[in-house]
């Protein structure tokens, strides 16, 4: 991948509903051209496909991020193991047998017992684990708000045409209710992205910040300054002076390179570099509250 592609896999991560058209302006292409770009990177199996979900928000559910290094042997078998919990929908293996892995929890109740599932299931004897609450959202969902989620749930691109013809409702009030939940923030709109299928090198950083800094600030500073290869970066709200950060390169050197520019940055007080190799994306009970949130009438039609 090259930085365009890059670009454009952080825009479709954050609305995989955004039209080629702006997706074209955005990058300063013609549509065709983004159209092969994504074709490209389909046929790489990088992308994988397009979802919609509920916002967090509105399930009043927390995100963890649980990260260490993991003494099982071999490391490959964990994934499966974790996925036995609906709540893991994400893990990382990377160099030196660490281990990331995120999940979604209903409430933070749920906090201590999966914390306990994961050191037994991952061996992950010392987890560090991070927090982060969603930005609240006012608004709420009606049932066919439900119905249309549930409808873009495995193609978030799928044509607002055809979901008023699954719904048997008109292509306006689909439009009118699609357009206000994602003005509000109600829906997410993302991508299934496997990026460990290129020949580019992801790296998670582990940014500590000095004492001093203002993690949200220095957090906004260093998404700007190093784009595009600050792909994703998360900040916890129990971890005060820590950032996560998913980082790309073409290259070890240009790895090496920007590592040597953020040890200059006056905010970093240390920098871990994890090179992640494999990741796997699960299905969650997230997902599963969105199918019970839809009649089953509508189920079956879908």
């Known amino acids: 991948m090259d930085k365009t592609d890059i670009v454009l896999s952080k825009l479709l991560m954050a609305n995989s509903r955004m039209p080629y058209r702006e997706l ?38 927390v995100l963890v991020m649980i990260f260490g290094s993991s003494a099982a042997r071999p490391i490959d078998d964990v994934p499966r193991r974790l996925q036995q919990n609906d709540s893991t929908y994400w893990v990382a293996l990377a160099g030196g ?20 599932f994961v050191k037994k299931e991952a061996q992950i004897w010392e987890p560090i684990v991070g927090i982060w609450n969603p930005p ?7 049932t066919l708000d439900y119905q249309i989620i549930y409808s873009l749930h495995r193609d978030a691109r799928k044509p607002v045409l055809e979901v008023a013809d699954q719904l048997g409702v008109s292509v306006r009030r689909v439009q009118r209710h699609l357009t206000r939940m994602l003005r509000e923030g109600l829906v997410e709109m993302t991508m299934e992205w496997y990026p460990d299928t290129s020949n580019d090198i992801f790296t998670m950083l ?17 998404m700007q300054r190093y784009r595009p290869n600050f792909f994703f970066s998360l900040s916890f709200s ?21 590592l040597d520019r953020l040890r200059s940055e006056e905010t970093i007080e240390s ?27 509508l189920r079956r039609a879908l």
């Open 206 to 222: 582990h940014l500590q910040l000095r004492a001093q800094a203002e993690q949200a600030k220095a957090e906004t500073m260093l």
């Open 136 to 142: 609240p959202v006012a608004g709420k969902l009606s």
């Open 97 to 116: 047998n660490n281990l990331y892995v995120g999940a979604y929890l209903e409430d933070i109740s749920k906090l201590e017992q999966y914390v306990a």
């Open 238 to 258: 129990n971890l005060s002076n820590m950032i996560l950060c998913w980082v790309w390169t073409n290259t070890m050197k240009e790895l090496k390179n920007l």
């Open 271 to 297: 920098i871990v570099p994890n090179v992640l190799y494999t990741g796997y994306i699960f299905d969650t009970w997230r997902d599963r509250l969105l199918m019970e949130r839809a009649s089953p009438g």
């Open 24 to 61: 074209a302006d955005e990058l300063g292409l013609s549509v065709n051209a983004v159209h092969k770009r994504v074709k490209a990177l389909m046929e790489a199996n990088i992308i994988r496909g397009y979802r919609a979900r509920i916002n967090l928000s509105i399930l009043r559910a």
